[in-house]
């Protein structure tokens, strides 16, 4: 990396390729207010909202995410990066949904499982989710199967998705798509899992559709899984 | 003439060294066929680390001992770490899916957290590395606001004393005030550690 830390770098003197490269590093080092400053520079710049948000900051995040698995970087920040990205999103977000052409990709619904309320890995993929295109409802912490069909029947989402970190409540998952299956729900609902104790091994155990390692590779799945991907 | 007790390796997570050898003590002379070998308390972050640093010690050493005690609960490893146990000839695991259940007993720990499911627990470990583990490790010290984003859904710290020690106690208290939680001590001893290491040491197999 660059010595020259103090240089200060002016981000509107920058051109639309280094402006990008520029907010991809701001997300990376957790700088909100360059990233929100990016993301008005673009936008003033004629940019389309969704392709500040795809090139600049879901890029950015995508980039977080392989260094946080690979242990480059730990989850204080993640967490910074994250709140990097949510400025710039509150940004785009009015224009977003103002926009004619902003075609949603459907509703995805999210939630931690019962018993469990670890939350950061259900926010985070919720986040990248939103970046994607899909209407995200979050249903939060510590959540029964009533809570999940309830959501089903108001908001008919596209995809359900669960989250569990710990080893005690990931089978509570298969209790819901057990129930899903019951009521015939299983058959029309892509059920999407996650969670750093879970593996494939263990949704395709309890009958999941999809397992999504991390928030970047769930976003790109549920796009194929709603056939807007590739 | 009294018959050997089998060489037992006691291979366990940083954070349990002291508890174990303060055991392994009381035992005396059953105490003494006991080795024990730590993993870094750190791998608690990083389950994925576990079992990979468990197989290069096995590989190392594991032939000299007659048996293994992996002093580990599930901890985050997500059942992986019981199907490696099922492979592997002469293991055996703590009981539980962490140390907060062994130590406090399987179902006081069920029952406290149906009693408040936002209860963030501190064992002796915990209180003494509080700051370097919670307030540095998960940067709250650099990044004040995360401390909101980890504790939100709190309500309470629960002590699961190992020992009674009122300077413990008093930093317990500390740290629930730091985190803005309401603060309740329960002492546990070394609970289901203390069990599954007495019966370890003087049984003479590894299915105890
Ligand atoms: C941060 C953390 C906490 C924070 C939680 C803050 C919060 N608001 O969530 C705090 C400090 C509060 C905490 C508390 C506890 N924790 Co904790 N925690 C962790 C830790 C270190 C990291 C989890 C995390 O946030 N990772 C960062 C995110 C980005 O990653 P992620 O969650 O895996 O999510 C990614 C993927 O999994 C995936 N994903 C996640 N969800 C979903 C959902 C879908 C649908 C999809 C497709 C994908 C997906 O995408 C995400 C983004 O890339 C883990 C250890 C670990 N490395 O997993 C322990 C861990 C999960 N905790 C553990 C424990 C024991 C506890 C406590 C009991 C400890 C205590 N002292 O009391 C309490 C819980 C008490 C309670 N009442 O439940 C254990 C669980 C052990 C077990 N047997 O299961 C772990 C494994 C640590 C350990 N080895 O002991 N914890």
């Given at each position: 990396m660059s010595d020259d830390q103090d240089e200060e770098i002016i981000l509107k003197d920058l051109d639309d390729d280094e402006l990008v490269e520029q907010m991809q590093d701001d997300l990376y080092d957790g700088m909100t207010a360059e990233v929100s400053e990016g993301t008005q520079i673009l936008l003033d710049?004629?940019?389309?909202?969704?392709?500040?948000?795809?090139d600049a900051l879901v890029e950015g995040m995508r980039i977080v995410g392989i260094d946080f698995r690979d242990g480059i970087l730990f989850v204080p920040e993640v967490l910074q990066c994250a709140n990097a990205m949510k400025g710039g999103m509150s940004l785009l977000r009015p224009i977003l949904a103002e926009s004619e052409n902003s075609s949603s990709l459907g509703t995805y619904v999210i939630g931690t499982v019962k018993g469990d309320i670890h939350d950061i890995g259900k926010?985070?993929?919720?986040?990248?989710?939103?970046?994607?295109?899909f209407e995200v409802i979050d249903l939060g912490i510590n959540n029964p199967v009533e809570n999940y069909l309830e959501a089903i029947d108001k908001h008919k989402p596209a995809i359900l998705g669960m989250s569990a970190l710990l080893t005690t409540t990931m089978p509570y998952m298969g209790v819901v798509i057990e129930e899903f299956d019951k009521r015939g729900?299983?058959?029309?609902?892509?059920?999407m899992v996650g969670g750093a104790p879970l593996n494939q091994e263990f949704a395709d155990a309890i009958n999941a559709h999809t397992y999504g390692r991390d928030a970047a590779m769930t976003a790109e799945l549920a796009k194929v899984i709603v056939g807007k991907n590739r | 003439m009294v018959k050997a007790l089998p060489r037992t390796l006691i291979i366990a997570c940083g954070a349990l060294a002291k508890?174990?050898?303060?055991?392994?003590?009381?035992?005396?002379?059953?105490?003494?066929?006991?080795?024990?070998?730590?993993l870094p308390a750190n791998y608690h972050n990083r389950p994925d680390k576990i079992i990979p640093g468990l197989e290069k010690i096995i590989a190392s050493k594991g032939s000299s001992y007659e048996r293994i005690l992996i002093g580990y609960g599930d901890c985050g490893t997500g059942g992986q770490l019981d199907t490696f146990i099922k492979n592997n000839k002469n293991l055996l695991r703590l009981p539980g899916a962490h140390c907060y259940a062994f130590y406090a007993g399987l179902n006081e720990f069920d029952a406290l957290m149906e009693e408040e499911l936002g209860s963030f627990f501190l064992t002796d470990y915990l209180v003494q590395f509080f700051d370097t583990l919670i307030i540095k490790g998960f940067g709250i010290d650099r990044y004040p606001d995360l401390k909101d984003m980890y504790f939100a859904n709190y309500k309470r710290v629960v002590y699961l004393a190992q020992s009674e020690n009122e300077d413990l106690q008093a930093r317990a208290q500390a740290a629930a005030d730091t985190l803005g939680l309401d603060y309740e001590y329960r002492f546990t001893g070394y609970g289901e550690l203390a069990f599954t290491i007495e019966t370890f040491s003087i049984s003479e197999n590894a299915n105890v």
């Amino acid at each position: 990396m660059s010595d020259d830390q103090d240089e200060e770098i002016i981000l509107k003197d920058l051109d639309d390729d280094e402006l990008v490269e520029q907010m991809q590093d701001d997300l990376y080092d957790g700088m909100t207010a360059e990233v929100s400053e990016g993301t008005q520079i673009l936008l003033d710049r004629g940019w389309d909202a969704n392709a500040v948000l795809t090139d600049a900051l879901v890029e950015g995040m995508r980039i977080v995410g392989i260094d946080f698995r690979d242990g480059i970087l730990f989850v204080p920040e993640v967490l910074q990066c994250a709140n990097a990205m949510k400025g710039g999103m509150s940004l785009l977000r009015p224009i977003l949904a103002e926009s004619e052409n902003s075609s949603s990709l459907g509703t995805y619904v999210i939630g931690t499982v019962k018993g469990d309320i670890h939350d950061i890995g259900k926010n985070l993929v919720g986040m990248m989710l939103e970046g994607a295109g899909f209407e995200v409802i979050d249903l939060g912490i510590n959540n029964p199967v009533e809570n999940y069909l309830e959501a089903i029947d108001k908001h008919k989402p596209a995809i359900l998705g669960m989250s569990a970190l710990l080893t005690t409540t990931m089978p509570y998952m298969g209790v819901v798509i057990e129930e899903f299956d019951k009521r015939g729900i299983l058959k029309e609902l892509p059920v999407m899992v996650g969670g750093a104790p879970l593996n494939q091994e263990f949704a395709d155990a309890i009958n999941a559709h999809t397992y999504g390692r991390d928030a970047a590779m769930t976003a790109e799945l549920a796009k194929v899984i709603v056939g807007k991907n590739r | 003439m009294v018959k050997a007790l089998p060489r037992t390796l006691i291979i366990a997570c940083g954070a349990l060294a002291k508890e174990i050898l303060h055991l392994k003590k009381m035992l005396g002379s059953a105490g003494g066929s006991i080795d024990l070998q730590c993993l870094p308390a750190n791998y608690h972050n990083r389950p994925d680390k576990i079992i990979p640093g468990l197989e290069k010690i096995i590989a190392s050493k594991g032939s000299s001992y007659e048996r293994i005690l992996i002093g580990y609960g599930d901890c985050g490893t997500g059942g992986q770490l019981d199907t490696f146990i099922k492979n592997n000839k002469n293991l055996l695991r703590l009981p539980g899916a962490h140390c907060y259940a062994f130590y406090a007993g399987l179902n006081e720990f069920d029952a406290l957290m149906e009693e408040e499911l936002g209860s963030f627990f501190l064992t002796d470990y915990l209180v003494q590395f509080f700051d370097t583990l919670i307030i540095k490790g998960f940067g709250i010290d650099r990044y004040p606001d995360l401390k909101d984003m980890y504790f939100a859904n709190y309500k309470r710290v629960v002590y699961l004393a190992q020992s009674e020690n009122e300077d413990l106690q008093a930093r317990a208290q500390a740290a629930a005030d730091t985190l803005g939680l309401d603060y309740e001590y329960r002492f546990t001893g070394y609970g289901e550690l203390a069990f599954t290491i007495e019966t370890f040491s003087i049984s003479e197999n590894a299915n105890v």
